[in-house]
């Protein structure tokens, strides 16, 4: 017995060169399609990015106001009237009226947000069946007035 050499299978043949794929043209609408699909998802974040920045902007934790001095309410018996404001963003400035009675706790009657030009105004407290009625005299903007509830609210 003689040592054979094992069988080597037979070695396919070489397979036929394949041909290059056709590179497609791409049709000429098919951006514009893609770029009118993106737009939705890019308006999104635009209104996304505005709510975001101006909710930040009206917190008050992170864009706190500014303590006013008191002003004494004539005839009264004591009741304060406190103007606070604040800047959180680019020539804006925001108002805010508080009443201070003796004995209970402060009570925000309204804000006012003012831009630019507006910012010089002049403001009035007084009293009006028991309540406290602030009036604001905007200049080209008119007059607004803030009354305070009944004391029952």
């Known amino acids: ?10 070695s ?22 893609v770029v009118l699909g993106a737009l939705p998802a890019v308006f999104a974040l635009f209104i996304f990015t505005f709510v975001v920045r101006y909710s930040v902007a009206h917190d008050v934790e ?3 106001y500014t303590l006013g001095e008191p002003r ?14 604040r800047s959180c963003m680019e020539d804006v400035r925001d108002h805010r009226w508080v009443v201070l009675r003796p004995g209970t706790g402060e009570r925000s009657l309204g804000n006012l947000p003012l831009m630019g030009a507006e910012a010089r105004f ?22 607004l007035s803030f009354r305070e509830p009944p004391p029952a609210e």
């Open 1 to 10: 017995m003689t040592d054979a050499p094992p069988e080597t299978p037979p």
């Open 12 to 33: 396919p043949a070489p397979a036929a060169p394949k041909a290059a794929p056709t590179k497609k043209k791409t049709p000429w609408w098919l951006p514009v399609v």
């Open 62 to 64: 992170s864009c706190p």
């Open 72 to 85: 004494e309410v004539e005839r009264s018996g004591g009741v304060r009237v406190r103007e606070d404001h």
């Open 122 to 143: 002049e403001w009035e407290a007084r009293i009006e069946e028991e309540r406290v009625v602030i009036d604001v005299v905007v200049p080209g903007r008119g007059e």
